[in-house]
């Protein structure tokens, strides 16, 4: 039984109170970078992009799974998530009728991990209830700004001039933020040139897990730069050793691969691991914990902001739906379609203005048309699910 208030709410939108999804589609779709990308754990040259689509209801709702080829930037790829998707959680939400995305959710959670495989079903299934209803992504989650202020993130390069001069084009169009990856022999020297000829731009670092506790004097050399955030700085599944380096550097450190769901948030702000935390949609498991996360630490007064995996424009629409949210107070690692892909997958493309947002589209669900066509193109795998 419902309680009361809740019937008496019921909108009049075209969803039945129960949704059958009656066909999961996953297939793999090869774009090619701009540019090669390059981080801490490796090089890239073009991205294996994961499409995950679901119909019920007489409409299609679209989602991406963020997992990448090699399990570098986290354990899943490619790979496992096609298995984990084909063989546990499609099966998990075939067929038996899905009253809410709590409900989604909690099929999928007796399987343990594999967020990124989770994630690109609850994305395809909250567009498809978007779809449903007539309204966008951001109007179904509560999304309270019509622009987002977006930086650009910028890879390790072959040299400082490279670096410098891309620095320079993006700051041109708009981008309200530079990330600088970093390593070992690519941090000091670099953000110290990049600060010299930049007094005043907000700047931040990511260093993808490539330093440990005993770097703690090195870290504390880039305090002197003013930094935005030093973001994950030591091991993907840390909090204790992140909570010793917070207390001993003047920089905020900003968690991303470490934050793996709602629990974990609180743990690191309980710790003191961090001050400002990276909402990825694909690495929490999807809508449920993000908007969990966000809540959290809305209500903490902790700063958050959308994370990016080099996601094609279905997966871009998601996180700028998410990034309309009230408490992401920093600009996101959104960038236009052009700054990754020659060409995306969706119409019109996504892009930055002279101002340094982006528009969060009003239309139903993405809120973008997907090129079908190119998509089939592309189309490497294709696997269509449907209840046994
Ligand atoms: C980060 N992204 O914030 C990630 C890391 C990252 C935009 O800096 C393939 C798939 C390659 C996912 C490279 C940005 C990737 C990837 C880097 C994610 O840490
Ligand atoms: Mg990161």
Redo the contacts with the bound molecule.
Sequence with gaps: MQPQSEVLNQPSYAVPDRLAIEKVEIRTVRLPLVEP?E?SFGS?DS?LIFLVSVQGGGQTGWGEV?A?EEPL?SYETVGTALHVIRDYLAPAILGEPVSDIAELARRLAPFRGHNMAKAGLELAYMDLIARLKGESLSQLIGGTRDRIPVGV?LGIQPSLEHLLERVDRYLGLGYQRI?L?IKPGWDIGIVSEVRRRHPDILLSV?A?CAYTLADVDHLKSLDEFGLLMI??PLEHDDLIDHAQLQAKIATSICL?ESITGIGRARQALELGSCRII?IKIGRVGGYSQALGIHDLCYAKGIPVWC????ESGIGRAHNIALASLPGFVLPG?ISASSRYFARDLIVPEVTVSADGTVAAPRAPGLGFDVNLDYIIARTETLLRLEPH
Excluded: C
């Design positions: 990308f981080t890239i991205r963020v990448a930037y993130s990330k990856k990511d993808n973001e994950q991303d990276n994370g990016g995996m080099l690692d």
